[in-house]
């Protein structure tokens, strides 16, 4: 018998209902192979076949009449890649958006999220196209919801006399925030707010293809990182955001309420210019 045969025991006589005659002697099993006649038996043998030798695998089960044999299952599992841009994320509209400015009506028509009915403006971010560092803060405040611009009254001031520290002009960076919409009291943006925002976030990434990220207190960390930890342990390195250098520090507002923290943001925003200029990256 060749591998891949199958082998069906039968009786000499079967009744029509199944059962075998009967007889003061078992009734001796003939071998009968589907698809193939039985191949002769060496003299001297006796009973059916032998099993197969130990570690060959049983043969599979023919098909039944009637119905296509199955098609044969390779080893392992084997999952070939779509092939050119056909792929899951093929559709999303944004990768469709090459500008920065194509983002923007697309981020103020967004509804995907309460804080869309709840703001005044959208506030997308501002700043050169081509930034070679770009600074990320939490979400819009009060003023920023106003006017739909990012980081103006005091705290906006004082991250232009950081950013004027380390030799940067604002309109030399692109600054944005996680969220493009003011959250209710100015509350830490919620789980389900970023997950709806950060698409926006991470193609406006993606088309300036900056040197360096300042990322602006815990939230923004979190949401570019994709970690849970305290601030205290995301400083003092560079990390990296789908291969971009990224600093983590406070965010300017916390610096206004606690003046002792200028001093380690300074430190921080001094390794994000040395990060920018070639040195230590």
């Not at 009449?65 to 779509?82: D, H, L, Q, R």
């Not at 050119?84 to 103020?108: K, M, N, S, Y």
């Not at 991470?202 to 815990?218: F, T």
Request: proline content about 11%.
């Amino acid at each position: 018998m060749e591998l891949g045969e199958t082998a069906l025991v039968l009786p000499e006589q079967e009744r029509a209902d199944g059962s075998t005659q009967g007889s003061s002697q078992t009734a001796s099993p003939s071998v009968v192979t589907s698809g193939k006649p039985p191949e002769p038996r060496p003299a001297g043998a006796r009973g059916p076949q032998s099993p197969p030798p130990a570690g060959r695998a049983p043969a599979a089960a023919a098909p039944a009449k009637g119905k296509a044999p199955a098609a044969a299952i390779p080893a392992g599992i084997v999952a070939e890649a779509p092939s050119g841009g056909d792929d899951l994320f093929a559709a999303d509209p944004l990768r469709a958006l090459a500008t920065l400015e194509g983002l923007v009506p697309v981020i103020d028509a967004c509804r995907k999220c309460q804080l869309g009915h709840s703001r005044l403006h959208s506030v997308p971010g501002e700043g050169d196209p081509r930034a070679g560092l770009v600074v990320v803060g939490e979400a819009p405040g009060a003023t920023e919801d106003e006017t739909g611009r990012p980081f103006v009254g005091r705290a906006g001031k004082l991250l232009d006399d950081i950013l004027k520290a380390i030799g940067f002009r604002r309109e030399e960076v692109f600054i944005c925030n996680v969220l493009k919409c003011r959250p209710p009291e100015n509350r830490d943006p919620e789980p389900l707010e970023v997950t709806a925002c950060s698409p926006y976030l991470h193609r406006q990434l993606e088309l300036i293809g900056p040197r360096v990220i300042l990322a602006m207190g815990r939230p923004a960390a979190h949401a570019l990182l994709g970690v849970n930890a305290s601030l205290g342990d995301l400083r003092g390195k560079v990390h990296r955001y789908r291969g971009i250098p990224l600093i983590v520090t406070y965010h300017p507002a916390a610096l206004l309420r606690n003046p002792h923290w200028k001093r380690p943001t300074w430190d921080d925003v001094r390794i994000a210019r040395r990060i920018y200029d070639g040195d230590g990256a």
